[in-house]
């Protein structure tokens, strides 16, 4: 009898943050708690081939090497059910390097001393009949996000990529099922406020990249030859589609050439839920504004570099009443 397939769709990841970094977790269906959706998954061994001359073009066995693995999901911006909770999708933000600084609201921003906060992660690929699932296991993960708007009145969508150490596939007779996941909402889009140096934009895509730069640091006396993945670099970005309009009031062609820092935010509209995202930066510089189509119209498809102002705030995503 031919044995179960795994159907891609229904595919789904669990996660936690390590109390130490790169020390595995146990996972139950309590951290499976994320909506994740349009999951992959990569898992890597370094191969070294043992060639020889012996006039046959013959290799030897291969030595296998270090050990990882790559787990990619998107996530719509769901809340959590009240102010003061952390909404599930706040997890992964933080293993983005990203620290929650709030207490009423949820205030995320990068910060430095988040570099090394590292998950386990496990992606389950469920069967299509029977309970056996086979888990693949990552520990130390770290990651990257892209939160995106498509176009105005989709929701926003967090785009990870997450790579850790490969410390086992197995097989499952009983898999974590899904556990406690958000009862919030995504938010809506339309009618939301859209500002760049105080202005109101017309802006039909979005795209905020953490830009994180992710390493995993070897470690030879560890089985998968590496300790946990840790943040090298960040240089995050903002992406828009603006309407192009005339420049009086409004005048972006004055503030790239002048090199201008000023503030962007997007507020979404509740939408007749209780409570909202806000996607800011303090000082946002365009570094690039063609022109290109936005149907019969032109946009400038702009590019904002991301600066500081106090340090560790080059942007933030709070969710608030």
């Known amino acids: 009898m031919a044995s179960a397939g795994f159907v891609k769709d229904k595919t789904s990841l669990l996660m936690k943050i390590e109390g130490t970094s790169g020390d595995a977790e146990a996972l139950t269906s309590t951290h499976h708690d994320i909506k994740f959706f ?27 090497g270090k050990r990882k693995v790559t787990f990619t999901a998107k996530a719509a911006l769901l809340t959590s059910a009240n102010t003061g909770i952390e909404p599930a999708i706040g997890k992964a933000w933080r293993a983005c390097g990203l ?14 001393a988040n ?6 992660i496990w992606a389950v690929l469920w069967p299509t009949s029977g309970t056996t699932a ?3 296991k990552g520990r130390g993960c770290m990651g990257n996000c892209v939160i995106t708007m498509d176009s105005l009145g989709a929701p926003l969508v967090a785009t990870f990529t997450f790579t850790g150490a490969l410390y086992g596939i197995v097989d499952e007779a009983s898999p974590p099922a899904f556990g406690t996941p958000n009862t919030g909402y995504a938010p809506g889009t339309v009618s939301s406020v859209i ?11 979005f795209s905020l990249d953490f830009g994180n730069t992710v390493e995993l640091d070897v470690d030879p006396a560890n089985s998968t030859g590496y300790a946990a993945a840790y943040i090298s670099k960040r240089n995050p970005k903002l992406s828009l589609g603006t309407k192009a309009k005339l420049l009086s009031g409004n005048d972006h062609y004055d503030r790239w050439v002048t090199g201008t820092e000023a503030a962007f935010k997007l507020a979404t509209a509740k939408n007749n839920h209780a409570l909202l995202y806000e996607i800011g930066a303090p000082k946002a510089q365009i570094v690039s504004m063609p022109l290109a189509s936005g149907g019969e119209l032109w946009n400038w498809e702009q590019t904002f570099e991301l600066h500081e102002n106090a340090g560790n705030d080059e942007f933030s995503i709070i969710m608030d009443d």
């Open 134 to 136: 086979v888990i693949v």
């Open 195 to 205: 500002e760049y140096d105080s202005d109101a934009q017309q802006v039909n895509k």
């Open 99 to 112: 620290a929650n600084s709030g207490s009423g609201q949820q205030v995320y921003k990068p910060n430095a």
């Open 115 to 120: 570099d090394a906060v590292t998950a386990t």
């Open 38 to 64: 349009d999951v992959t998954v990569n898992p890597e061994i370094e191969s070294y081939a043992q060639e020889f001359a012996s006039g046959r073009h013959s290799k030897g066995r291969a030595i296998m």
